[in-house]
């Protein structure tokens, strides 16, 4: 496994990390099955594993905090965030970014997950409906009272990131220091024409969700949807990457993954990891061999056949 800084903190996130969203409480309930995935990953080196409040209405949190009491693993070894935004009940003020909603979900996370601190707490979603002000300073006070050790945003525009950061620096208050945008070989350019111009030079690191476009980039597809897959279960998220033009590149890609030695989907990966900006690429598994596999595409290099890559995906 290799390591970098996020951003320009001092924490040191594993390049390649375990996200619960979809797979932790939803898709996967069997605790003994989880169980042996976090080993899996633990043992190749993932320290990051992300979560967050709405994963499952909480029950990735609860499977998640369960799982690393049961294996005994120490909390200072470990990389734990989670997020905050979605609705969590019929509540009016149980969601959104307000002091409230914020205060008291990151407690209500910490108890589910068994921990007494997250190491990330992510703003799941820019709210348009609580003033900019309220949402720095809510998050700085998670962060000054040890709730949290560091704070990001996820899927925030470059205004709004760039805006948050000022805000913090000029109040003395705690500035985010990690965005969580989704980036991949089919999904690139708000990542790298937006976002990363703003979020470099401020320090703030990257850390991916979705780096396989929903599987896509497994070459999984390659043949129509197989039965129980999650095109097959997620319709939408079929039309929007199963398209010719995907498909084609997808199995273009192929031959460029031979010629390295490394399965698509490790090429996707370290792909994404090319980017400097890039702190950590987080990665689903609903078996132990897909983390496995994922694992290698820490020690891939791509420097030979990046213009070969570029040529595909532009085509």
């Known amino acids: 496994m290799k ?26 309930t069997d605790k003994k099955k989880i169980t042996k995935i976090v080993e899996r990953a633990l ?15 909480g029950g990735a949190e609860r499977v998640m905090g369960e799982v690393f009491g049961d294996i005994g693993v120490p909390r200072h070894h470990l990389v734990l965030s989670s997020k905050v935004y979605w609705p969590q009940s019929d509540n009016i003020n149980d ?17 589910r997950m068994q921990t007494d601190y997250l190491d990330l707490y992510f703003a799941h979603r820019f709210d348009l ?11 700085s006070d998670v ?16 205004l709004q990131i760039a805006e948050a950061h000022a805000y913090a620096k000029a109040n003395g208050l705690v500035a985010p220091i990690t965005e969580q945008p989704q980036y991949s070989m089919l999904y690139r350019e708000r990542v790298e024409n937006e976002i990363l111009p703003v979020t470099e030079p401020r320090g703030i690191g990257l850390v991916v969700w979705s780096p396989l ?22 319709e939408q998220t079929a ?3 199963l398209t010719e033009e995907n498909r084609h590149k997808v199995e273009a890609l192929k031959s460029v993954a031979d010629d390295v030695g490394v399965s698509r989907a ?17 990665t689903g598994a609903t078996k132990v061999d897909q983390i496995r596999d994922n694992l290698k595409a820490a020690d891939v290099e791509l420097d030979e056949k990046a213009a070969e890559i570029e040529a595909i995906l532009t085509s």
């Open 3 to 28: 390591y970098r800084n996020l951003g320009a903190s001092g924490l040191k996130v594993s390049v390649i990390s375990l996200g619960a969203w979809i797979t932790y409480g939803g898709s996967v």
């Open 43 to 57: 043992a190749g080196g993932i320290n990051f594993f992300d979560n967050a409040d709405a994963y499952a209405q």
């Open 95 to 111: 969601r959104g970014l307000s002091r409230k909603h914020v205060l008291e979900s990151v407690d209500r996370s910490l108890e």
């Open 129 to 139: 409906e609580t003033p900019l002000e309220e949402i720095v300073e809510a998050f």
């Open 143 to 158: 962060v000054r009272s040890g709730r949290a050790l560091y704070w990001g945003t996820s899927e925030w525009s470059a």
């Open 213 to 234: 476009a929903q599987g896509m980039l497994t070459g999984k597809y390659d043949g129509g949807i197989p039965k129980g897959s999650r095109f097959a279960q997620l």
């Open 239 to 241: 039309e929007r990457f």
């Open 266 to 282: 490790q090429l996707a990966l370290a792909w994404v990891l090319r980017q400097p900006g890039v702190s950590s690429v987080i």
